[in-house]
T-cell receptor, first 112, second 111 residues
């Protein structure tokens, strides 16, 4: 089955630690996205990538970093500079930036 | 700033009642508007997508309308069932093909 796989489902971060969230898709989509979801708020765009080896900052990129070395993979690193990382993180992909986005099942990040 | 408002934030209805979920947005220059369903702890599932040139879309018991001039979209769910209990989000695509999301309406259908 084609789809988007996010791992792990739950992740815990200690103070001063960087953590990496995985997002893999086998849909052969060019575009990939990372969103953050907080209670009572709409999803906010962190980073997006339209093609391999290219990515752009979204609305809330501070404290996050990404890479896009392979078409199917778009990992997100939450750095120690992100002071309020507790949230639900969603990865999405689309054929290109104009087409509808398909979402993974998310990773919930909490602080220890 | 692109803003999307969904009212009410939560809704509880008895089984069989029709559901009406509202979404309002501030930008009239939209490419399309999409309604999603989100189950607890899960990702988003697309329900309906309405292009800016369309007035409505239908899929089974779901019907979504779009009025760009007033900045509103409405999702109707006919004859609600307990399995319809979820959070429903609307999002519109604008500008540089970005999506702006509402915070969602959490629906509970009581058996």
């Amino acid at each position: 089955d084609g789809g988007i796989t996010q791992s792990p489902k739950y992740l815990f971060r200690k103070e001063g630690q960087n953590v990496t969230l995985s997002c893999e898709q086998n849909l052969n989509h060019d575009a990939m996205y990372w969103y953050r979801q907080d209670p009572g708020q709409g999803l906010r765009l962190i980073y997006y990538s339209q093609i391999v080896n290219d990515f752009q900052k979204g609305d809330i990129a501070e404290g996050y970093s990404v890479s896009r070395e392979k078409k199917e993979s778009f990992p997100l690193t939450v750095t120690s500079a992100q002071k309020n990382p507790t949230a639900f993180y969603l990865c999405a992909s689309s054929i290109d930036r104009a087409q509808p986005q398909h979402f993974g099942d998310g990773t919930r990040l909490s602080i220890l | 700033k692109q803003e999307v408002t969904q009212i009410p934030a939560a809704l509880s209805v008895p089984e069989g009642e029709n559901l009406v979920l509202n979404c309002s947005f501030t930008d009239s220059a939209i490419y399309n508007l999409q309604w999603f369903r989100q189950d607890p702890g899960k990702g988003l599932t697309s329900l309906l997508l309405i292009q800016s040139s369309q007035r409505e879309q239908t899929s089974g018991r779901l019907n979504a309308s779009l009025d760009k001039s007033s900045g509103r979209s409405t999702l109707y769910i006919a004859a609600s069932q307990p399995g319809d209990s979820a959070t429903y989000l609307c999002a519109y695509k604008w500008g540089d093909y970005k999506l702006s999301f509402g915070a969602g309406t959490t629906v509970t259908v009581r058996a």
